[in-house]
T-cell receptor, first 111, second 113 residues
């Protein structure tokens, strides 16, 4: 079984620039999550999808962050414009039962 | 407000000895607890879990203990091996929150050969 795929693995941008992250979950997993992990912290939920519907986006900073999962499979998380404080690892996960399976993450550095 | 806490940021253990990682939580509604292991430049990997109706779950060298009255769980690794060196995250699932996971801040385990 292939794992959760994320790209790019690393991204360096200047502040105020846009950036996008892509995630392909494990086949058959209908629930998809985006997390942000700051240095020295645990992952924090940004948004949860059930198929193509965003059912929990209460922690997503909607002024600059957006996400989509148009066909209920892969998903894109976008930041526009990026700020210095957005530097973090962005993790995607999909769920089977009560267990979540994580991708390798995208490490974003905003200069 | 941190609902899941791991108060030890790091732990060093000799190879072959027992590693004990601790986790405390505040939300009594959590009904499922998980431990994840994370190597550098990789995503967290599921290690072991326990339901709130149990007080112990064992899988090979890994055992998780749950004390609901104290809102405390621990992960025991026996015997510890150098390959166990990683960051360990405790996570809790909230059924009222559609089983979203709440993570602790992690404990970095170093197993010394």
């Amino acid at each position: 079984e292939a794992g959760v795929v994320q790209s790019p693995r690393y991204k360096i941008i200047e502040k105020k620039q846009p950036v996008a992250f892509w995630c392909n979950p494990i086949s058959g997993h209908n629930t998809l999550y985006w997390y942000r992990q700051n240095l020295g912290q645990g992952p924090e939920l940004l948004i949860r999808y059930e198929n193509e519907e965003a059912v929990d986006d209460s922690q997503l900073p909607k002024d600059r962050f957006s996400a989509e999962r148009l066909k209920g499979v892969d998903s894109t998380l976008k930041i526009q414009p990026a700020e210095l404080g957005d530097s973090a690892v962005y993790l995607c996960a999909s769920r089977r039962g009560l267990e979540q399976f994580f991708g390798p993450g995208t490490r974003l550095t905003v200069l | 407000d941190q609902q899941v806490k791991q108060n030890s940021p790091s732990l060093s253990v000799q190879e072959g000895r027992i590693s004990i990682l601790n986790c405390d939580y505040t939300n009594s509604m959590f009904d499922y607890f998980l431990w994840y292991k994370k190597y550098p430049a990789e995503g967290p990997t599921f290690l072991i879990s326990i339901s709130s109706i149990k007080d112990k779950n064992e899988d090979g060298r890994f055992t998780v203990f749950l004390n609901k009255s104290a809102k405390h769980l621990s992960l025991h690794i026996v015997p510890s091996q150098p390959g166990d060196s990683a960051v360990y995250f405790c996570a809790a699932s909230d059924p009222a929150g559609a089983n979203n996971l709440f993570f602790g801040t992690g404990t970095r385990l170093t197993v010394i050969p």
